[in-house]
């Protein structure tokens, strides 16, 4: 009877890649490919909006393509904006430019185009948008604020009048004291 030689033992790398690998390194080429066909070279425009541009502006905007044009000065970021929130976006553009530029190391993004769509985007809502969380009411001002401007405002006889210096008169009291304090 022979003996079959026993193999020499792995090394200790060799034995932690073998059998299972991590669904990160399975995916990586293909997501690299498809966001390189979308005209994204670097994934972590598409994969970190939110750390590169900010939370309320990841909250209304979403990368969509970038485009290369022929005279290679630079590529064409398109951004998918909720309809109502475009004209904020479009006075932050240069501020979008720079960061998203930032991330590429060097001027890659020259232009960047808005596209206007419902709050639930195109393609049955794959391009979702988060809203902010509504704010807390303002707090109601202090009783003798309140009287001090109602009686600011007592000698006016039009009641809408009254109402409207009352608040006014509320609103500069409450400045002066924010100033003050």
Known sequence: ??????????????????????????????I???GEQRGFAIA??????????????????????????????????????MGAAAPLVEMQKEKLRAAVNAVYGYSAIARIILTQTASMGFA???????HAAPSAPPAAPPPEIV??????????????????????????HLKNQTKKG
């Open 124 to 130: 049955e809502g794959q391009a979702l948008f988060s």
């Open 44 to 81: 972590k425009l598409l994969t970190h909006w939110e750390e590169i541009v900010g939370p309320e502006m990841a909250a209304q905007t979403r990368p969509v393509k970038v485009g290369y044009g022929r005279e290679g000065m630079g590529g064409t970021l398109t951004l998918l904006v």
């Open 1 to 30: 009877m022979t003996r079959k030689p026993t193999p020499a033992p792995l090394p200790s790398s060799a034995r932690a890649t073998r059998g299972f690998k991590p669904a990160a390194g399975l995916l990586a080429p293909q």
């Open 147 to 172: 009287a001090q401007a109602a009686a600011e405002a007592a000698p006016i006889q039009d009641q809408d009048l009254r109402r409207a210096l009352a608040t006014l008169a509320q609103n500069v």
């Open 32 to 34: 690299r490919h498809v």
